[in-house]
C-alpha cells in the first residue's frame, strides 16, 4: 500500500504507440479469466474498420486515435500523452519502382486523416497532447514483416552501396504540414489554390 501510494500520480506522460483499430466483443461465457474480450478484424457484415495496408491486421482507422486518446485523458484525469508511434505500411510499396513508391499518396492521406482526428481530440476532447512521432523515418526491418513492409516516409535504396535515401511525399508533406518547408510542387498538397495535378507535384530525379 505504501508503494502504491509513492507511484500514485508519478507518472511523467503517457506514452501510446498507434497504429490501427479493430473490432472487439466481450469474451464467451467459460472463456478464461485472463481474456477480456474476442477481436476480429471485420464486422458481422465483413466490413474492415478502414482501409487496408500492406500488413494484413492494419487498416487506417483514424477515428480511433481519436477515441483512444480521449479515454486516456477521461480514466487518467488528462494526462500528458505522447503519441510514440503512429504509421502505415504503405500497399504494394515493396514491389513498385523508385517513381511510383516515392509517391506514397495511401501514407500521405494517413498521417493527413490521423492528425486530423489528433487536433479534434486536443480542441474537442481537452486531450493533453505532447508530443506526436511518426513511424519511421526510414524504411526499416519489421519483426514480422522483414524488409517487405515499409514504414518509412524515406525510402532507402538496398539495391546501391550507399543505400542511398529518398524522401517520399509523405516527409515533404509532413514538412510542409508541421513547418510549412516544402518544395513548390508538394506545397500544392497543403494549398487549396493550386491547380498542379497529382501527377506532377513530385518531381522525380
Known sequence: ESEKRLL??????????YFTSHFVKAAPVGAPKDQLYEEFLTDQ???????????????????????????????YQRP??????????????????????????????YYRTHLGSLCAAVTKDSTNLAAYFAWSL??????????????????????SQQLQRYPKLSAYWLSHHFFRYAPDSV???????????RSTMLPVR
Open 8 to 17: 500514485a500520480g508519478s507518472v511523467d506522460f503517457f506514452a501510446l504507440n
Open 45 to 75: 457484415e465483413g466490413r474492415y474498420p478502414g482501409t487496408p495496408s500492406d500488413v494484413f491486421w492494419q487498416f487506417s482507422a483514424p477515428d480511433g486515435l481519436r477515441s483512444t486518446l480521449s479515454w486516456i485523458g477521461r480514466r
Open 80 to 109: 500528458e500523452v505522447w503519441v510514440t508511434e503512429s504509421g502505415v505500411a504503405s500497399p504494394g510499396e515493396s514491389a513498385k519502382d523508385r517513381r511510383n513508391l516515392l509517391r506514397d499518396m495511401h501514407r500521405l492521406d
Open 138 to 159: 526510414l524504411d526499416a526491418f519489421e519483426f514480422s514483416d522483414g524488409y517487405k513492409a515499409r514504414y518509412g516516409i524515406v525510402h532507402v535504396d538496398r539495391t
Open 187 to 197: 506545397a500544392c498538397l497543403e494549398i487549396r489554390s493550386c491547380r498542379a495535378s
